[in-house]
Nanobody, 123 residues
């Protein structure tokens, strides 16, 4: 079992930055691909970013490309999401998740999920 705990969410003005962290316990994350997803009120959960177990390859939703950066530190069993140039439409609960599936953008392939952290961007 892997337990994931997100942190770093909060309230920020448009144009600001936040860094989300996802700390894992129970098992090393080094063999898992990791992803960030988000869900806004009344909307489906959507893919935001993902990173392979090695950290070599990263993937982003078009809506965040160039503004968000995903990274990981396997020694610390932690994954990060640096979010810059935030927009009101980025407001959502952000979840991190772990997968061994090849397709890192497919949320149904993720087997472990955190509880989420709220990000609110004011205009």
């Amino acid at each position: 079992q892997v337990q994931l705990v997100e942190s770093g969410g909060g309230l920020v003005q448009a144009g600001g930055s936040l860094r989300l962290s996802c700390a894992a316990s129970g098992r090393t994350l080094s063999s898992y691909g990791m992803g960030w997803f988000r869900q806004a009120p009344g909307k489906d959960r959507e893919f935001v970013a993902a990173i392979t177990w090695s950290g070599v390859n990263t993937y982003y939703a078009n809506s965040v490309k160039g503004r968000f950066t995903i990274s990981r530190d396997n020694a610390k069993n932690t994954v990060y999401l640096q979010m810059n140039s935030l927009k009101p439409e980025d407001t959502a609960v952000y979840y991190c998740a772990a997968t061994r599936n090849v397709d890192l953008t497919w949320y149904q392939g993720y087997v472990y999920w955190g509880q989420g952290t709220q990000v609110t961007v004011s205009s």
